[in-house]
Structure formats: C-alpha cells, structure tokens
C-alpha cells in the first residue's frame, strides 16, 4: 500500500497530502495541463511527513514562477491579500473594489449614525434599491478564523444604523444587508449565527464558489501586492495613497515617475499589469 503523506495546515492539524487540491489551484492560477503535471509531480517527489501547507505553497508558487508569471501572480493571491499591511483599509478599499466591479457605488470608511450611538461602517455599497453594510477584518495571519464574537457585535450595530435609516426619507424604500467580509475563513459557529439572522459573509472561499478568491478571478481584479517586479517601499506608497489594484495602477502609471522607477523595472511591471488585467 502506497503510504500516504502526512501534512501540516495553518491551524496545526495533520492531514493526507491531495495532489489533487494542489493541481486544481494550479489550474485556477491560469497554469496548463503541462505544467499542472510538472509541478504537481515535483512536489510530490519533494514532500515529507509533516512538511507545512505554506512550505508547499511557497514552493509550487517558486516552480510556478519559472513558468508563467501571470498565472504565478495568480497562485500567489491568499498571501498577496495578508500583505495589504496592518492598518485594514487596503483591504477595505479592496472590497469596496470588489463591490464596484459588481455595479455598486461604493463608500469607504464612513461614520454612520445609529439609533442609539454613531457607528464606523468599513464598506456601504448601494445600487438597484440594496444596500450593504459591510464590516471588514483583515488577517496577516494564515489559518486566523473570524469568531463568534465579530457577528455578534457587527449584527447589533447593523440593526441599530438599519432601524434609524427606515425612519429617514432618503432612504425610504432601501433593503438592507449586513456583512462581514474576511481575506480569511469563519468559524462553524459564525457561520451558523449569521445564516440564522441573515447576516452575508464573505471570506477567502466562502460561500462556495463566491468567495474572494472567486470574484477575484471572475472580476479581474487583483492586489497590487502580487506584482513581483514592485519594490517594497514603492508598494508602501501606492497603498498609502490609495492605489491598493492592479487596475488603478494601470490607470495611474504617471506615479512611476513620481516614485522614480527605473525604466527596466517600470516596463516589467507594465507587462506583469497586461498580463493580469
């Protein structure tokens, strides 16, 4: 019998290493059959029990570098999305792309008044007589899961915003939703809690085939943190300045002179933009 690998998750449990998830990520990445085979093959002749997730990952995404670098930015999105920074809002500005791209107007870091107190609401996206109320928690860590405690306390101040907004006449007529939107995934029991109250949530890859990772590739809409030929420090200053995609910086390649890159190094990052978006 052929002995099955041994491999560690994020959260620390072992679990049989399936070839199969690693080629299907892969395929999403935008890499072909050959190169699928190639890879998945090697790592399998690489693994050891008790080898890390990330240490795969890192090195599917290294092999996969050598073959195609649109499909290895691809590959490299979950780690892209951790290296937004620590502050939260490129993430929140993120998701409010992610909105956008879906036919919303979009606001980003407002206060809102409640029935009892004021509220600060991370993303509201409004169209076709909806709005959503979207509280953002974004993670450096992998394998960090939203708890309980974040539903609760998002549901309560939704409910309160919600119940002063319908005695309001500019928004008379609006259905509102409550969301909570993570780069990462929830805990058995959010999930549960917000499916009984009707609270949305949006994570890496949850709901199922509408996660982030699934807009993400639906709507073309990637970090700028996945651009390998960025430099660190010019990364920090796009994000502080608001350009958190790869579309606003294909629409605002003025701020590569502003950042004095080098020309060798600007017209490979204007290639890496063609190949992504």
């Known amino acids: ?44 002749s690489w693994l050891e029990d008790g ?5 795969i990952y890192s090195r599917a995404h290294s092999l996969l570098s050598r073959h195609k670098k649109s499909a290895s930015a691809r590959y490299k999105v979950k780690q892209a999305l951790m290296e937004l920074g620590s502050s939260g809002y490129p993430f929140e500005h993120f998701v409010g792309e992610l909105f956008k791209r879906q036919g919303y107007e979009v606001e980003v870091g407002q206060v809102l008044e409640g029935c009892s107190i004021t509220h600060e609401m991370d993303v509201i996206a409004t169209a076709n007589g909806v709005q959503h ?12 899961y939203v708890s ?32 909570v939107a993570t780069n990462t995934r929830f805990s058995s029991d959010s999930m549960q809690y917000a499916a009984y109250y009707g609270l949305k949530l949006l994570g890496w890859d949850y709901p199922a085939g509408q996660g982030i990772k699934d807009l993400i590739e639906r709507e073309k809409i990637f970090p700028i943190t996945v651009l390998a ?49």
């Open 229 to 277: 030929n960025l430099a660190v420090k010019h990364r920090d200053y796009l994000l502080e300045n608001g350009v958190v995609t790869c579309t606003e910086l294909r629409d605002r390649l003025d701020l590569l002179d502003v950042l004095e890159v080098p020309e060798k190094r600007r017209n490979a990052l204007k290639r890496e933009l063609e190949m992504l978006v």
């Open 148 to 179: 309980i405690q974040t539903p609760l306390y998002v549901h309560s101040r939704v409910n309160d915003i919600v119940n002063k907004r319908r005695g309001e006449d500019a928004y008379r007529g609006l259905t509102f939703h409550g969301w």
């Open 1 to 44: 019998m052929e002995h099955q690998v041994l491999i560690r998750k994020a959260t620390g449990e072992l679990e049989n290493f399936d070839p199969e998830k690693l080629s299907d990520s892969l395929r999403r990445a935008g890499a072909d059959e050959a190169s699928v085979t190639e890879i998945t093959d090697e790592i399998e």
């Open 51 to 55: 080898v890390t997730t990330r240490k």
């Open 133 to 144: 109320l979207v509280e953002c928690k974004h993670s450096q860590i992998q394998g960090k």
